[in-house]
């Protein structure tokens, strides 16, 4: 059973641009998380997905981004317009349910120019 | 709104002694999670904490929790090279779903 997949792991940008970040779930898992880890911190919560709903995206800034989880292939975390700010590891997680653990997947590293 | 406060953020152990890693938590959180993270890695699961009292163990690694006292540690016995990481713990704010991360306690173990 693979794990958590995430492409791609690095991605560089610049300032602008789009950034495509994606997630495939561990097999068996509808519940979907994004993280994001600036350098030297802890991770904060962004977005919570299951199959075409957003439950919560308190965690989202309200512009440039946003996120899906379709019924059919992964789960995308777009960026618009990146700037420098927006440099940091981005991570998924997927669960089982609502209330499982959850299982973290390698990251994307997006770096700003 | 949860916060998670961990302490220490720095920890340089050497080998062959014990340590605590505190983890506090502002209201009440369902459940607590540790994670390990290694330098630019993603991060490992290493505890799930469902209830008041509950204790983990894994290896050199314990686990606990007090629901009343907002407070998880994490026990470190005989620390070996290979526990050098940062060291998460995490709450649930709601009932479900998302995670509350402390800042982090790096640990260094050197001999």
């Known amino acids: 059973n693979a794990g958590v997949m995430q492409n791609p792991r690095h991605l560089v940008r610049r300032r602008g641009q789009e950034a495509r970040l994606r997630c495939s779930p561990m097999?068996?898992?509808?519940?979907v998380y994004w993280y994001r880890q600036l350098p030297e911190e802890g991770l904060k919560f962004m977005v919570y997905?299951?199959?075409?709903?957003?439950?919560?995206e308190s965690g989202m800034p309200k512009e440039r981004f946003s996120a899906e989880f379709p019924k059919e292939g992964p789960s995308i975390l777009r960026i618009q317009q990146v700037v420098r700010g927006d440099s940091a590891a981005y991570f998924c997680a997927s669960s089982p349910s609502d209330r499982g653990g959850q299982f973290f997947g390698p990251g994307t590293r997006l770096t700003v120019l | 709104e949860l916060k998670v406060e961990q302490n220490p953020l720095f920890l340089s152990m050497q080998e062959g002694k014990n340590y605590t890693i505190y983890c506090n938590y502002s209201t009440t959180s369902d459940r607590l999670y540790w994670y390990r993270q290694d330098p630019g890695k993603s991060l490992e699961s290493l505890f799930v904490?469902?209830?008041?009292?509950a204790v983990k163990q894994e290896g050199r690694l314990m686990a606990s929790l007090d629901t009343k006292a907002r407070l998880s540690t994490l026990h470190i016995t005989a620390a070996v090279h290979d526990l050098s990481a940062t060291y998460f713990c995490?709450?649930?704010?709601?009932?479900?779903?998302?995670?509350?991360f402390g800042a982090g306690t790096q640990v260094v173990v050197t001999p």
């Open positions: 097999k068996g898992h509808s519940h």
């Open positions: 997905l299951q199959k075409e709903n957003i439950i919560d």
């Open positions: 995490a709450g649930a704010p709601d009932s479900w779903g998302k995670l509350q």
């Open positions: 904490l469902l209830s008041n009292g």
